[in-house]
């Protein structure tokens, strides 16, 4: 069994559902400690909920002056859902016809270790690196991401801890390892609307207002309206609703209210306040009375193809033989965070397909070329 698929294992047999991490990050820091790196551990949150972060550093023979290279993720998972319906225990790893399974093989304790073991090597081959190594690890990013990786950048921007590069491991491949790199991702800013009529009887409309009939024409701008039409890297920013509700279930009543819950996902071409001017805007041109409660979940983010995603693309060529591709599609990621202290930040990792499924798995021939492409990136910018 290779170090990789081992250590694979033994963070899948940590039951670490968020915000839990079950004892992932000892067994990383221990094995971090070993190779010369100073760890600590940061714990935030409140009893009910705490998180545990680790950051971990071995300086460079440069010092503060070389490049620092961090890599970075989650030790959480989501929950398993029924596990009446997996085929296994979903934290007892097994292998079968040339697949790990287990919860958080795919999303993502395979890139962590991976990225272990492809630090181990490196290390272990270039005892006098130049660039420093750093590790980033949290048990909130599968959850509400208050006490995760936020706290932990915070904490570095107090301490002036510059970051150069950064690699997290989402499971970034579609179809073969190595086949997408996400060098950015969308913003998402979420809205709930709510606007106000007049309840009545639903026989005599003359004396009540209905908020559906009112806002049917804005809302129709909204669905229609084209936000930018993105750029290089950016799909156009997308309006999308998720919940209406009004009425009290009574078929003879005008309702008072109407609730609606909506979300953007947006590009660099627009930012977040545009978004919500030219909303309240349309609102109020249809004359309604309404109210916003707007959630900024993340900014969007991007990285040029400059040195850490050449590199990267480089590893994944001469591992795989392929020619990989630059995306921002996908949910949001820690990346939101990292990415304000860190001016490189791309996310690679293994096959996305059974993330957060029942039976998620990794292929088991992908581990090891995996390892290689970080180890292979490391040597690339920090030797």
């Not at 990383?28 to 550093?57: C, D, H, M, Q, Y």
């Not at 490049?67 to 296994?88: L, R, S």
């Not at 609307?193 to 409309?205: F, K, M, N, S, T």
């Not at 990415?339 to 993330?355: D, K, L, M, R, Y």
Request: contains cysteine; charged residues 20%.
């Amino acid at each position: 069994m290779s170090k990789t698929l081992e250590l694979t294992k033994q963070l899948i047999a940590c039951k670490s559902v968020t915000p839990a991490d079950g004892g992932c990050q000892d067994l990383i820091a221990k094995r971090l400690a070993l190779l010369g790196f100073k760890t600590e551990s940061i714990v935030s949150g409140p009893k009910n909920f705490e998180v545990t972060n680790l950051w971990a550093i071995k300086l460079g023979a440069a010092n503060e002056k070389g490049k620092v290279f961090v890599f970075a993720g989650h030790t959480d998972v989501v929950p398993t859902g029924p596990i009446e319906k997996w085929e296994t225990d979903p934290f007892n790893p097994s292998e079968r016809s040339g697949y790990l399974y287990g919860r958080g093989a795919a999303d993502m304790k395979t890139s962590i270790a991976s990225f272990v073991v492809a630090t181990e090597e490196f290390v272990q081959a270039n005892p006098n690196h130049t660039g420093s190594i750093a590790f980033l690890i949290t048990s909130d990013e599968e959850g509400p991401a208050h006490d995760g990786t936020t706290i932990v950048c915070e904490l570095l921007k107090k301490r002036q801890q510059r970051l150069d590069y950064c690699v997290i491991g989402e499971p970034t491949s579609v179809n073969h390892l190595g086949d997408m790199i996400k060098n950015g991702r969308r913003g998402s800013l979420s809205g709930k609307l709510e606007v106000r009529g007049i309840q009545a009887h639903i026989a005599y409309p003359h004396l009540g207002r209905n908020p559906i009939h009112e806002i049917a024409p804005a809302l129709d701008r909204l669905v229609n309206m084209q936000w930018d039409k993105g750029n290089l890297y950016f799909q156009p920013t997308s309006f999308q609703i998720s919940n209406i509700h009004a009425g009290t279930g009574a078929n003879n009543i005008i309702p008072g209210e109407l609730s609606i819950d909506f979300n953007f996902r947006f590009s660099t071409e627009s930012t977040a306040d545009e978004l919500r001017e030219r909303v309240e805007k349309m609102l109020k041109d249809a004359q309604l009375d309404f109210t916003i409660d707007w959630h900024l979940g993340a900014s969007p983010f991007i990285t040029n193809d400059g040195n850490l995603a050449q590199a990267m693309r480089q590893a994944i060529q001469k591992e795989t033989q392929l020619n990989t591709e630059l995306s921002t599609t996908g949910g949001t990621s820690d990346g939101r965070f990292i990415s304000q202290i860190c001016s490189e930040v791309v996310e690679f990792g293994p096959i996305n397909a059974t993330s957060h499924k029942l039976n998620e798995c990794v292929a088991i021939q992908d581990i090891e070329p995996l390892k290689n492409i970080y180890r292979r990136t490391l040597e690339q910018l920090i030797l």
